[in-house]
């Protein structure tokens, strides 16, 4: 491909998603340090002090404090977080097992004493909103998707921008900003060298992000793929009229995986389960395998284990792609250093915006420029 082809790449992919990618920066900017925002705010509950060896109670306990809380709904998820709230067990109820996502609603309880800690509010919030506008727009799948396809383009400009840079830099040393000449070619020779500094994050970020609009379909194949054969010998039996206990489960799941830790139990009937079983899904304890689920199966009947397996590669490829996307994975300074990052790419995406929409104020020739070794006035955005 030769210079003026890349260069149309460039610009038309820059053009197209950079009012979203935008967006995108700035929403994510505060989410990346979400969980002291809204400590900050007062929004995160925390579990009264108990000396570090009280048991934890049965978790029967707690899902009737959860019914007791909000009567007539159902339980469809326990959630752990013992990193950012420990002692606590975030309980997901709706009106029915097949509602949609949107109609949960939360109950904190204490895992040592079954007491109600609070009711979140799921969909409220200046974090809330920041978090819609992030993920998919309000919009939900088509949303998720539509911002995919914005990141794939904005992978594309970028993989663009460094072909381009390389002839644009021949004649010039690298990190050059001709201070001396126009604003306009400042502000280009900056766009391009804050570019260039953070093509690798961006790409990690822009990549993985694509990666993870993909969520609602890698669990709809992973459903039909591996769970459609851990419970294919209970595919053809009614529902049970009645389940068991979901402390027997979680016992089960411990004793077949007990190097491995509690993340999250969907009930029978829910997203992530069958209509016979609890799915109890465990995460390890190293950096990497913290990051990975392995759901363990149990008859939500008899409490009896029944198949327990790793995630397949694509779901493992999604669990991974979400740490390197927020930064969460390193503490406060890896917080920062993401943070940086993100306003770094504000401003790449911000001055391209502005070469672009200022290109009729001078005369553009951006291609022959780029060919002979040089650019005076021109226009790469």
């Known amino acids: 491909m030769n210079v003026k082809l890349w260069f149309l790449v460039h610009k038309w992919t820059s053009i197209i998603c950079t009012a979203f990618l935008l967006l995108l920066c700035i929403t994510g900017l505060p ?5 002291e925002i809204e400590h900050e705010l007062g929004d995160q509950v925390t579990a009264p002090p108990m000396p570090e060896d009280t048991p934890h ?18 339980i469809r998820f326990m959630f752990w977080d013992n990193d950012h709230h420990p002692n606590q067990v975030l309980v997901l109820m709706a009106e029915s097992m097949d509602a949609p996502p949107d109609a949960n609603s939360g109950v904190v309880v204490d895992s040592r004493t079954a007491l109600v800690l609070d009711e979140p509010k799921l969909d409220e919030g200046l974090m809330y909103i920041l978090f819609k506008l992030h993920v998919d727009l309000f919009a939900g799948l088509p949303g998720m998707l539509f911002l995919g396809f914005m990141g794939l383009l904005f992978a594309v400009a970028v993989i663009s921008g460094v072909v381009l840079y390389t002839p644009f830099m021949r004649k010039l040393d690298f990190g050059t900003v001709r201070k001396h000449r126009s604003t306009r070619l400042k502000w280009l020779d900056l766009h391009n060298l804050l570019g260039v500094v953070t093509l690798v994050w961006a ?13 609602q379909i890698v669990v709809a194949i992973w459903q039909q ?7 294919a010998a209970y595919q053809d039996l009614p529902p049970p009229q009645q389940i068991g206990s979901v402390q027997r489960a979680r016992e089960a799941a411990l004793a077949a995986v007990p190097d491995m830790n509690l993340s999250l139990i969907a009930w029978p009937g829910s997203q992530f389960s069958s209509p016979h079983h609890y799915t109890v899904f465990l995460h390890g304890n190293t950096p990497v395998t913290s990051r990975l689920l392995q759901p363990a199966l149990v008859d939500a ?14 779901v493992k490829t999604l669990f991974l792609s979400q740490p390197l996307h927020f930064g969460d994975y390193g503490g406060m300074p890896l917080k920062i250093i993401w943070a940086l990052l993100d306003i770094i790419t504000i401003i790449v995406l911000g001055s391209g915006l502005y070469l672009w929409l200022g290109r009729g104020s001078t005369v553009s020739r951006p291609v ?8 005076a006035e021109g226009n790469i955005t």
């Not at 989410?31 to 969980?35: A, G, N, P, R, T």
């Not at 978790?59 to 007791?68: F, K, N, S």
């Not at 009947?301 to 694509?314: A, K, S």
């Open 31 to 35: 989410l990346i340090f979400s969980e």
């Open 368 to 375: 022959d420029e780029i060919e002979s070794g040089g650019l």
């Open 203 to 215: 790409l990690v970020v822009g990549v993985t992000g694509t990666i993870n609009t993909l969520s």
């Open 225 to 231: 793929d591996q769970m459609a054969e851990m419970t």
């Open 57 to 74: 109670t049965s978790l029967d306990r707690v899902a009737e404090a959860a019914r007791a809380q909000r009567p007539g709904e159902h």
């Open 301 to 314: 009947v008899t409490g009896e284990l029944t198949d327990t397996r790793e995630m397949p590669w694509y």
